[in-house]
């Protein structure tokens, strides 16, 4: 099976991408802006890529993107569980949450590289519907997302240091 046949299921990706209205509406009403800029750019990106599915660009950005936000989220799950002081119940929750959205993401890898690559479409819709319920859950998480974003990048920045550190100062006189 081509890609060209596949496009014929994406308007059910497209649908459920639709789902992601809702968390994207309850962050804003609880003015949660981190956790609504967010899932708004996963709606916008995966918006734009089920609708328009013969274009490879908006492929790339939905696909990059929502790795980012993913390896963000994942990041922020385990920084909630070992230093904010929240139930312990919640942290495993918004982790079980991920890792579900990981395992069947992994299927639905698995089963594209089949035989019968259409099937991938319900494990996405389900992968969907994991992003949607996660990011509901976590309006229910005392804690701003975007601290998370604040941390990596503090660390890309002391990074920077040492590589420069290193490299700029090397002893030559060996």
Sequence with gaps: MNE?????YNIFLYITCQSFVLPTLLSLYMKRIDVFWMI????????????????VL???IDHSWVKIVFIHMIISSIYIIKYIHIEAFKGYCLLGFLLNILFFFCLELAVYKSNFPELFIPYHMIVHFYTCFGFLFSLTINYNYNHTWFL?????NSFLRYIKYIFFNINTDQ
């Design 58 to 60: 908006y492929q790339y």
């Design 152 to 156: 990596l990048l503090n660390l890309f």
């Design 40 to 55: 708004l750019s996963i709606l916008i990106t995966s918006l734009l890529r089920w609708g328009n599915g013969e274009t």
């Design 4 to 8: 060209k046949s596949i496009i014929n």
